[in-house]
């Protein structure tokens, strides 16, 4: 059973560059692929990304290529999704989700979600 | 991308009565159809992948049924703790979401 455990809410100036973390407290996520997706206060939920971490495979959303990198240490069980040139409009909780398989597929497991706020 | 559109944007209906709501797709995605709940402070929840099927410990009130384009998640009984908000997610490309349906106590 994968349990995932996010970092702490974060506070950002615009133009800088916030890098969350997804740790499994649950085991290996050897036989995972683990995603990232954000929700702005109020709003709905948007993809960004996702890795396969035994793979070093990495798939980005159309819409954040250029600014958003996931990376993850498969010796730690740990993802980690990193967005630069951040604006107002980033403010979100950003989730993190895994699947099984490493096919496009819904996702079991959540983090608990990490607030970033971007404010001048 | 693929285009969810979820309906209505809020359904309120009354306890121990049935809620339907609409999820439509842009284009063809089979049965790569999932549904998710949604509480206030908390983290989404998986409830139905593959259009029909439950998630493991989800209750037989909730079900889902289509595939192509049109799906629907329907409530039986509805209990207190089913209001709440409701995603669809598409998985046969890159995933997306709809808007979301919040369903309220009438």
């Known amino acids: 059973q994968v349990h995932l455990v996010q970092s702490g809410a974060e506070v950002k100036r615009p133009g800088s560059s916030v890098r969350v973390s997804c740790k499994s407290s649950?085991?290996?996520?050897?036989?995972?692929?683990i995603n990232w997706v954000r929700q702005a206060p109020g709003q709905g939920l948007e993809w960004l990304g996702r890795?396969?971490?035994?793979?070093?495979?990495?798939n980005y959303a159309q819409k954040f290529q250029g600014r958003v990198s996931i990376t993850a240490d498969t010796s730690t069980s740990s993802a980690y999704m990193e967005l630069s040139r951040l604006r107002s409009d980033d403010t979100a909780i950003y989730f993190c989700?895994?699947?099984?398989?490493?096919?496009?597929?819904?996702?079991?497991?959540w983090g608990h979600g990490t607030l970033v706020t971007v404010s001048s | 991308d693929i285009v969810m559109t979820q309906s209505p944007a809020t359904l309120s209906v009354s306890p121990g009565e049935r809620a339907t709501l609409s999820c439509r797709a842009n284009?063809?995605?089979?049965?790569?159809l999932a549904w998710y709940q949604q509480k206030p402070g908390q983290a989404p929840r998986l409830l139905i992948y593959?259009?029909?099927t439950r998630a493991t410990g989800i209750p037989a009130r909730f079900s889902g049924s289509g595939s192509g384009t049109e799906f629907t998640l329907t409530i039986t009984s509805l209990q207190s703790e089913d209001f709440a908000i409701y995603y669809c997610?598409?998985?046969?490309?890159?995933?997306?979401f709809g808007q979301g349906t919040r369903l309220e106590i009438e």
């Open positions: 593959g259009a029909s």
């Open positions: 997610q598409q998985y046969n490309d890159w995933p997306t």
């Open positions: 890795i396969i971490p035994v793979l070093d495979i990495r």
């Open positions: 284009q063809h995605i089979r049965s790569n």
């Open positions: 989700a895994a699947h099984g398989g490493y096919n496009s597929a819904p996702f079991d497991y």
């Open positions: 649950g085991g290996s996520l050897n036989t995972y692929a």
